[in-house]
Structures are given as C-alpha cells and as structure tokens.
C-alpha cells in the first residue's frame, strides 16, 4: 500500500478518520505504524495528501487527515479488452488501475470462454476490489470505469465508433500490422484480444471501425504482459 485510500464513509470529522479491517491491518502488520507517524493518504475520487496518526488499538486507527494535492494525471487511454480468464482479470484491473487506466471495456469475442461471463470475478464489488488494490499500489485516488460488453459485434458496430472517435484507434494484434506507435500526442483507443488473439473476423471489424493494427514484434505476449507493454510503448 503506497497510498492510503479513504472513503467519505471513513471520516468522523471533517479532518479526522477512523480505520478498521484490512487498512488497519496493513499500517499494524506492514507499516508497524506509531503515535505521531504520517503516511500518504488520499480520498477516494478526490485529493492526496497526509496522514498522521493520532492513536492505535487493535480494533481501530484514528488519523488527522490534510488532503491538498491533485491525483496523478489520468493515462488518455480507452482500454478495450477481450474478457480474460478470471483469475488473470484481477490482476489486470490492478495493472490498469496502477498504471492510470480511467475507461475499461471488457467484451466478448470468439475465443472468450462463455462460463467467463458467469465468474464472481465480474460483479461489481469484486471489481472494485481489485481497481482499489490498483489505486494504491499507483498512488492515484480516482477510481476507473469499467463496462461490460457481452455481444461484440452491436459494441464494436454501434458504441466503439463514438467511443473511438476523438483520437488515435489500435488494435494489438499477434499476427501483422506495423510496429506500435510511441509517444502518443493524444487520446488513444487501444482494443486487446485474448489469448491468441481476436480471430480474423474481429480485426477486419475493428479496422472497419477506424482501428490500426499494431504489433509488438515476433514475441506473442500474454494479455497481462502485452497491457503495460503497449502502454508503456504509447506512453513513454
């Protein structure tokens, strides 16, 4: 935990907080935390800042807060993603909440697992979980937005063009394309497949839309190495 998030829910002053459960496990187990200590702290969807704690027990922390800085700058990115295996998912909705990711897409493609769709991973707390455990390893505050896109073809045919629409549209794909663009000057639209990548009938779907393939060489990449990769490339 880099970064300490609160919710409004956690407060008992305007200035004042009160933690319990794994929060306060974490300042006694990890950080040893102690009278007069002051970690970094931020608010949920609002400013950063300090936090000094004002007493502990093994049942709660109270902190005096002082939030007065902005969050880090978003990434100007819109992450289209082939549903991954569950397992695999919570790591990325960490990856992309670290890394500045704000807009998630995840839809269906040929090769996504239909019983995917049916995994606790997917209901919104478990969602919002992971995005916080992402939040605070990155040291940001706002929270992404994540939208489920069961049926790929209305999505791509019917949502993605205005989504698409105010900048750069590439698609990572394995098999051609040219060599992914750096230093992006702009918003950018990224689509990823799954393992193996979108089948033929997707990518021609994609580039009808206004997408670019792209391709990060001969190596193929699992999803979860090929996300901060290409975002690292656009976003040097």
């Known amino acids: 935990m880099n970064l300490l ?16 459960g794994r929060r306060l496990k974490h300042l006694q187990q990890v950080h040893q935390i102690r009278a007069g200590d002051t970690l970094k702290a931020g608010l949920l969807n609002g400013r950063k800042g300090t936090a000094t ?4 027990s093994d049942q709660t922390a109270e902190l005096e807060v002082s939030l007065i800085c902005n969050p880090p700058l978003p990434l100007p990115v819109t992450l289209v993603l082939a549903l991954p295996r569950p397992k695999m998912l919570r790591r990325i909705l960490q990856t992309i909440a670290t890394m500045g ?3 998630l897409y995840l839809v269906n493609s040929w090769r996504v697992e239909k019983s995917y769709w049916q995994s606790p991973c997917l209901t919104l707390p478990a969602i919002r979980e992971q995005l916080i455990l992402g939040l605070e ?25 205005a ?9 990572a794909h394995p098999y051609g394309g040219i ?17 193996g990548g979108f089948i033929d009938y997707e990518v021609d779907r994609l580039q009808a839309t206004g997408f670019q393939s792209v391709t ?13 990769a290409i975002l690292a490339r656009i976003f040097p």
Do not use: Y
């Open 163 to 171: 989504i698409a629409a105010a900048g750069l549209a590439l698609v």
């Open 101 to 103: 990711v704000k807009q």
């Open 137 to 161: 390893q990155g040291g940001d505050t706002i929270l992404p937005e994540v939208h489920l896109e069961t049926r790929f073809k209305p999505f791509v045919e019917d949502k993605l063009p």
């Open 5 to 20: 998030l609160l919710e409004p829910g956690d407060f008992s002053s305007d200035n004042r907080v009160v933690l319990t």
């Open 216 to 228: 990060l060489g001969e190596r193929i990449l699992r999803v979860e190495t090929a996300i901060p």
């Open 53 to 56: 704690l004002l007493s502990l």
């Open 179 to 195: 060599p992914c663009p750096t230093g992006a000057s702009g918003p950018v639209t990224l689509a990823i497949g799954p393992e």
